[in-house]
């Protein structure tokens, strides 16, 4: 049975990604790693022990016979090449699919998240993943720093009607619209039914990774 590695940095979106995977890879056994002190350390910006602790992870997946490694965090995505130096295994961006398809097809993008954390890979990203495909586009990003804030004292309702509201006010300035963290995915289906079709997380894309 061909196993695939998961290396997340919250607990909040291990089942969520493991179920996407599973319903796109049946055959796939799927081992799920977590080390929440990665954010930490980006919070503390000590950038130099994000690389060997997420090697040390992706090492032991592949001990345990993962032929493929995605990292569910796009926080960690600016370290994953580093991390690629070390191991042997594939090791997939949980972002980076749904980046090169909106900077592929769409001439304005807007990028939303919650995660101050977020923004600067996600940005860098951008920029690498359009220096590769040699093509410019419009990025509006947008931080919601207090959907963020809501979400840590236990206000669900809260940040989600946030994130709704900065959705779609994005969606009058850009072609679509990407969520920039798997945890924030769900709130897709509040959208308005209108422009819900133009609202896009990493997990529409990471399955068609999987079947490449």
Sequence with gaps: MPVVGLIHSTRLVIQTVHDVVAKAKPELEIINVLDEG?????????????????TALAKGLEEDGAELIIVTCSSLSPYVDGVREHINAPIIKIDEPMIQW???NHDSIG???TNPTTQSPTASLVEEVSRRLNKEVKVEY??????????NRGDVDGHDAVVV????TLMQEVEVVLLAQISIA???QQIDPKIKERVFSSLDFITQKLVQ
């Design 186 to 188: 769900r709130v897709i």
């Design 165 to 168: 509201a900065t959705v779609e």
């Design 38 to 54: 990665l954010l930490k350390c980006l919070r503390r910006e000590a950038f130099h022990r994000v690389v060997p602790r997420m």
């Design 142 to 151: 947008r931080l919601c720093g207090e959907a963020f804030e809501r979400l």
């Design 111 to 113: 990028i939303v998240m």
């Design 102 to 104: 909106a900077i592929e």
